[in-house]
């Protein structure tokens, strides 16, 4: 099994109870199991998405949202999604997750980026664009931009979502 980067949008009520029912729980089940429509599975795609933003001159503000976009923050205390038999994060670093304000400035800088503008910077030829990305894109049958812009443009649809909703994102690698 591949370890991937989830993200999950939920409600802050749902991650309070949540907690509660960790704090309740003999075992600190959360009972973590959020609606299958607000989670996204971005697979191996956040180190090549960072690469591409790298290699094509992206600036740093916009960077840096993509970047908390990708990793979250730890503000907010998720170590009870993190407590063993229930971990949702077993097989990488702990849960992070942004605010419904983070939420909200990152979508804002998501929507502001044009990310085949950043797709055409690299060589035409798919095999020379994957040896320039690194990170394994020579492996993605097909080649890496159609992946990659296939994956920025679900992270930046479900963070628009979120921010719509007022939503809460969770962060994980499973």
Request: aromatic content about 8%; some cysteine.
């Given at each position: 099994?591949?370890?991937?980067?989830?993200?999950?949008?939920?409600?802050?009520?749902?991650?309070?109870?949540?907690?509660?029912?960790?704090?309740?729980?003999?075992?600190?089940?959360?009972?973590?199991?959020?609606?299958?429509?607000?989670?996204l599975d971005?697979?191996?795609?956040?180190?090549?998405?960072?690469?591409?933003?790298?290699?094509?001159?992206?600036?740093?503000?916009?960077r840096s949202?993509?970047?908390?976009?990708?990793?979250?923050?730890?503000?907010?205390?998720?170590?009870?999604?993190?407590t063993h038999?229930?971990?949702?994060?077993?097989?990488?670093?702990?849960?992070?997750?942004?605010?419904?304000?983070?939420?909200?400035?990152?979508?804002?800088?998501?929507?502001?980026?044009?990310?085949?503008?950043?797709?055409?910077?690299?060589?035409?030829?798919?095999?020379?664009?994957?040896?320039?990305?690194?990170?394994?894109?020579?492996?993605?049958?097909?080649?890496?931009?159609?992946?990659?812009?296939?994956?920025?443009?679900?992270?930046?649809?479900?963070?628009?979502?979120?921010?719509?909703?007022?939503?809460?994102?969770?962060?994980?690698?499973?």
């Amino acid at each position: 099994m591949a370890v991937t980067q989830q993200l999950a949008r939920i409600p802050a009520e749902y991650l309070a109870s949540c907690r509660q029912s960790a704090d309740a729980s003999p075992d600190g089940d959360p009972l973590w199991d959020p609606p299958s429509a607000d989670v996204l599975d971005l697979d191996w795609a956040p180190f090549l998405l960072e690469r591409i933003c790298e290699l094509g001159g992206l600036d740093d503000l916009h960077r840096s949202a993509l970047r908390q976009a990708l990793e979250g923050d730890t503000a907010i205390d998720l170590a009870f999604l993190n407590t063993h038999p229930h971990t949702i994060a077993p097989f990488g670093p702990n849960p992070t997750a942004l605010s419904a304000g983070q939420v909200d400035r990152v979508a804002e800088l998501l929507g502001q980026i044009d990310f085949p503008a950043l797709l055409a910077t690299l060589p035409a030829d798919e095999a020379k664009a994957a040896s320039l990305i690194g990170n394994g894109a020579d492996k993605i049958v097909d080649g890496p931009k159609k992946y990659v812009l296939g994956h920025f443009n679900a992270l930046r649809e479900f963070y628009h979502a979120a921010s719509q909703r007022q939503l809460l994102v969770v962060l994980w690698w499973d």
